[in-house]
């Protein structure tokens, strides 16, 4: 069974920084790309960032300079840096992994980590 276990959120004052992980367990075939996205109360999960196995990656604009992803293949998990945090930043944040075996591709999420960012 597939199980993505995150960590790192919680409380942090605006301009303060905050790191979150996600580690992937449980499956079978290969990672190809793992990301975080965010909900805010009222609003739709949006992307936040994503790295893909050969290390690119992407970036929504409002993170863009702020935020980090980097991953470590071997441990299977998946980091955000989160700098000069803003209280737009308050969400859920959810941790994503696209696995593929075989032919198919499917997507698992995390149960998501509460982040608040105090003006």
């Known amino acids: 069974q597939v199980q993505l276990v995150e960590s790192g959120g919680g409380l942090v004052q605006a301009g303060g920084s905050l790191r979150l992980s996600c580690t992937a367990s449980g499956f079978r075939g290969s990672i190809n790309a793992m990301g975080w996205y965010r909900q805010a109360p009222g609003k739709q999960r949006e992307l936040v960032a994503t790295?893909?196995?050969?290390?690119?990656?992407n970036y929504a604009d409002s993170v863009k300079g702020r935020f980090t992803i980097s991953r470590d293949n071997a441990k299977n998990t998946v980091y955000l840096q989160m700098n000069s945090l803003k209280p737009e930043d308050t969400a859920v944040y959810y941790c994503?992994?696209?696995?593929?075996?075989?032919?198919?591709?499917?997507?698992?999420w995390g149960q998501g980590t509460q982040v608040t960012v105090s003006s």
């Open positions: 790295i893909r196995s050969g290390g690119s990656t």
């Open positions: 994503n992994t696209k696995l593929v075996s075989g032919f198919a591709v499917n997507d698992y």
